[in-house]
């Protein structure tokens, strides 16, 4: 699903979270700052999308029902696709737990965020890991 205007030659977002309404606050947040902005409720959804088309940076929540942020991860980073292997992951999560964070670094997050997000650090994340993509694209 695209929740902005697409425009050509410009970096694809893909949002993964549960909640629809989460998801449409992250794309207010990055909706100036890229593209496309796609979006999906679980990883199921997310590698269904990733079949289809290019997207440069996905932005997933960790706990969501079916596949997780996690598995997604895993998914993504085994990917037969080097594009899609390569791709920057940011990982969302309202754990607290070291535990729970160390997991999530570990399966190969380029970035983990905790929640409650703040625009600035997230738009900054955004650019940090997509600045190097966009620049070699053009």
Request: glycine fraction near 6%; charged fraction near 20%; aromatic fraction near 2%.
């Amino acid at each position: 699903m695209s929740l902005g205007v697409e425009r050509p030659n410009e970096w694809v977002v893909l949002i993964v979270d549960d909640s629809f309404v989460f998801r449409s606050i992250l794309a207010v947040y990055l909706r100036d700052m890229v593209g496309t902005l796609l979006s999906a409720e679980n990883g199921i959804g997310a590698l269904e999308i990733l079949a289809q088309r290019r997207v440069d940076l996905v932005i997933s929540d960790l706990s969501m029902p079916l596949m997780d942020g996690a598995e997604l991860l895993r998914a993504i980073r085994g990917h037969a696709d080097r594009h899609i292997q390569a791709m920057p992951v940011i990982l969302m999560t309202a754990e607290k737990d070291a535990t729970v964070l160390r997991d999530a670094a570990t399966v190969g997050a380029n970035e983990l965020v905790t929640k409650p997000i703040m625009p600035a650090a997230l738009r900054q994340a955004v650019n940090r890991l997509l600045t190097p993509v966009h620049s070699v694209a053009c």
